[in-house]
């Protein structure tokens, strides 16, 4: 049966795994950074899933699934363990996010043969899925395949077996598109699945807080999973009914004047304050339109990006002190434009506002900020064209008021994004 607090040996080994991949890539500096991504996020999934909402099917057999979910009810994990005799195969899913698993994803099978003498055969393989070097996505990027030999009651813990990297180069080792596409889809399709039913552990099941005055924005999670972005109003009394739609399986405010925006602390269900933003829906995306929340490995600072086809429409940053308080917010889309226009010594009028896109590049603990800004032209001849691009650095600073940007510094890029 799987919980939990099972099979620790496998994931110590599992982190292991990864991070020993990432500081052996050399001259492949994409893959590198990808293995780096998957191993931060692993770090942050099972930091958290103690506290996470789980759902659970099992059979007679010790046949089960698992999958965890935070507080912003995102898929964070999913687990499969499986019997055939006295052969057991556990298979784990685990994705940078599983709403775009082509971007990342790593996927664990484990599996465990007794062996004549009363000791254990053990395969694993590690996959890595990502981006490849031509720009394709979801594709099997690294495979690590360890096999050992247990003796009897000797600890079946593969850390010390060295991995060996499969020969992706060979056609024979790379997956089908179809078998492929099964891998990549299998967690949230089961995860799907499960949620049918009542969670078999809620954390916060018992609280209720301000949670009728707010619903959670997918993909808006701290890395911790303690905080995220919520859609709520300006009124008192919220018929939540009213604005869900059945199409997108969302809530969807479009058409609502007072949006708002909060900063909520998931465990204990309460608003801790107003981002400055004002996202319609808890889709992250709906066609163009796009929220895009960006987090301090710590989950102190964030920037919340407003982004959309031709220009981003608010971009904003806010911070999260100890209590947990929430420190302020600053409009870096208002603050940073007339900045930056000046800066490519190019004219901005200020009723327009104009007309820019972030790109959210990197949020630190000391609440660095580092973007890209490019302005496009929307029509004409020259649709799509960029017309200039600027690589901006800030620092978010608390103050006696709130927050507040200082030390911004700029530099111009190459037109091509």
């Known amino acids: 049966m799987l919980t939990i607090q099972r099979d620790i040996l496998i994931r110590f080994s599992v982190a292991v795994g990864i991070?020993?991949?990432?500081?052996s890539v050399s001259g492949a500096l994409s893959v590198e950074e990808q293995v780096k991504k998957l191993a931060a996020r692993y770090a942050q999934v099972e930091d958290q899933l103690a506290r996470s909402v789980r759902y659970?099917?099992?059979?007679?057999?010790g046949n089960s699934e698992q999958a965890c979910f935070n507080g912003a009810d995102d898929l964070i994990k999913l687990a499969?363990?499986?019997h055939d005799?006295?052969?057991r195969e556990l298979?784990?899913?685990?994705?940078?996010d599983f709403d775009n698993d082509y971007d990342g994803m790593f996927m664990l099978v484990r599996k465990e043969t007794p062996a004549p003498d009363g000791g254990v055969q053990v395969e694993e393989s590690r996959k890595y899925f990502g981006e490849e070097k031509n720009g394709g996505n979801g594709v099997l990027i690294r495979e690590l395949r360890k096999?050992?030999?247990?003796?009897?009651?000797?600890?079946?813990?593969t850390v010390r077996t060295p991995n060996v990297t499969v020969d992706l180069t060979k056609k024979v080792n790379q997956p089908t598109e179809e078998q492929l596409r099964e891998m990549l889809n299998a967690p949230t399709k089961m995860a799907e699945e499960l949620r049918k039913g009542a969670p078999e552990f809620d954390p916060s099941a018992k609280i209720k807080g301000d949670s009728d005055n707010y619903r959670v924005i997918h993909g808006s999670a701290?890395?911790?999973g303690r905080f995220a972005i919520a859609l709520g109003f300006a009124r008192e009394s919220i018929d939540w009914d009213a604005l869900y739609d059945k199409e997108t399986e969302s809530y969807n405010a479009e058409s609502e004047e007072d949006i708002r925006n909060y900063v909520v602390d998931l465990a204990q269900k309460k608003l801790l304050g107003q981002t400055g933003a004002g996202w319609i829906g808890t889709r992250r995306r709906y066609n163009h339109p796009e929220c895009v929340v960006t987090w301090s490995a710590d989950s102190s600072f964030f920037v919340q990006l407003l982004a959309n086809k031709w220009a981003s429409d608010d971009c904003v940053a806010g911070k999260i002190a100890s209590g947990p308080k929430f420190v302020g917010d600053v409009n870096l889309l208002k603050t940073l434009s007339p900045k930056i226009y000046a800066f490519v010594k190019r004219r901005f009028d200020p009723e327009e506002g104009g007309a820019l896109s972030?790109?959210?590049?990197?949020v630190t603990n000391d609440g660095a900020v580092e973007m890209k800004a490019y302005e496009y032209t929307p029509s004409g001849e020259r649709k799509g064209e960029t017309n200039f691009a600027v690589s901006v650095r800030l620092q978010l600073r608390e103050t006696p008021k709130g927050l507040s940007i200082e030390a911004v510094n700029m530099r111009r890029l190459p037109k091509e994004r």
């Open 19 to 23: 991070l020993a991949l990432a500081g």
């Open 56 to 61: 659970a099917s099992r059979d007679d057999k």
């Open 80 to 82: 499969v363990e499986s």
């Open 85 to 87: 005799g006295d052969v």
């Open 91 to 96: 298979t784990e899913y685990f994705a940078l």
């Open 147 to 157: 096999s050992a030999r247990f003796k009897p009651g000797e600890p079946t813990d």
């Open 222 to 224: 701290s890395p911790d």
């Open 358 to 362: 972030f790109y959210n590049e990197k």
